[in-house]
């Protein structure tokens, strides 16, 4: 995930490197934002484990993984090359290949390119049209709508939660070729996670962000307000969403315990942050995001309950009625 530092800066953008064949990976996997693109890769593999009946199809798994895996890629590439001059005004982007140069913009745009023509044809070919469409949306979303909203609006953090909770959407269609409760369950548990988790960052960063000319709501007038107000709502409201899936019977007693005791502590360090208003508050509430999600969803997997969700016609719908009219 993205450093965090505490001071903006307005110092120049390091001297590029040479660039050398060994370079090339870590050089690609900055373009990319890697750790990021895992992040989105295992929220999809999430979706792929809890719309599964008895046993995970491991190439269902493996061709989703792979083809969100790379869109996700293609998406944060071409954000670092639209963004490569105001990554070059922040401490926290400054080094990143493009705004040193290490990697030039075209070559940073063919990369993007492929990357997601690749993911695309991945997921049409061995998974299904409908999670390549939905893979295709959220690359579009985040390049065509998050991205140009970043330097206009502070509705920029609402879109860019709704493209963190396709992710997930896009592991349970391939699995069911459809969308139902449970799916939109783990849609919007990903979407109020990314509040908190971004607001938190943006009150850290918000005079980096001030400096680049992003519009983050902390630096909004009457935004120190709304962020801190807003973390507390979407902190109260991930309980009871993330408690859903015992609901919807998609989980057992032991997630819904995790889920419960996590859930609450974040919503106290949310209540923390709204009473002193402070970085080192801030800070904490976007740490414990980083351990919330795994442990959240990492529960959710081991204790799934797969038969008490198991909609059969929701699972390969066609062959399915096909059946039942033969033995008819």
């Known amino acids: 995930m993205p450093h965090l530092a505490e ?22 996997a900055d373009l990319v934002k890697l750790r990021l693109s895992l992040l989105v890769v295992m929220t999809t593999a999430v979706g792929v484990a809890m719309a599964s009946l008895d046993a ?19 998406a944060n590439a071409f954000n670092q090359v639209i963004e490569h001059r105001r990554d070059q005004l922040m401490e926290r982007t400054k080094g990143r ?25 991945v997921l049409a070919v061995f998974v299904n049209f409908l999670a390549c469409g939905l893979a295709l949306l959220t690359l579009l979303l985040y390049v065509l709508c998050y991205t140009p909203l970043k330097s206009r609006s502070t509705l920029n953090t609402i879109v860019g939660a709704v493209v963190g909770a396709i992710p997930p959407l896009i592991g349970w269609v391939a699995m069911r070729d ?14 109020l996670w990314q509040l908190p988790h971004f607001l938190a960052l943006a009150w850290i960063l918000r005079d980096q962000y001030a400096i680049a000319g992003f519009r983050m709501l902390p630096i909004s007038p009457g935004g120190e307000h709304a962020t801190v107000e807003a973390t507390v709502l979407s902190a109260l409201l991930i309980v ?22 996590t859930g609450t502590w974040w919503v106290w360090l949310a209540f923390k942050f709204f009473r002193t208003r402070d970085r ?40 399915v009625h096909l059946e039942l009219r033969a033995v008819q």
């Open 280 to 319: 080192a508050s801030a800070r904490k509430v976007f740490l414990f995001s980083l351990l919330y999600l795994p442990v959240v969803l990492i529960a959710m997997v081991l204790d799934r309950q797969p038969e008490l969700h198991s909609d059969v016609g929701s699972l390969n719908n066609v062959p």
């Open 240 to 261: 009871p969403m993330s408690l859903m899936a015992t609901l919807l019977g998609m989980t057992g007693v032991v997630y819904s315990i995790v889920a419960l005791c």
């Open 97 to 121: 290949p493009v705004p040193t140069g290490r990697i030039s913009v075209w070559h940073g745009w063919v990369v993007a390119s492929l990357l997601g023509y690749a993911g695309a044809t």
């Open 178 to 191: 459809t969308l139902s409760a449970p799916a939109w369950m783990l849609g919007g548990l990903l979407f």
């Open 56 to 74: 995970i199809v491991w190439s269902v798994m493996g061709w989703t993984v792979l083809g969100t895996l790379a869109c996700a890629a293609s």
């Open 7 to 28: 001071r903006p800066t307005t110092s120049e953008a390091p001297a590029p490197a040479p660039v050398t064949l060994r370079s090339l990976p870590g050089l690609y």
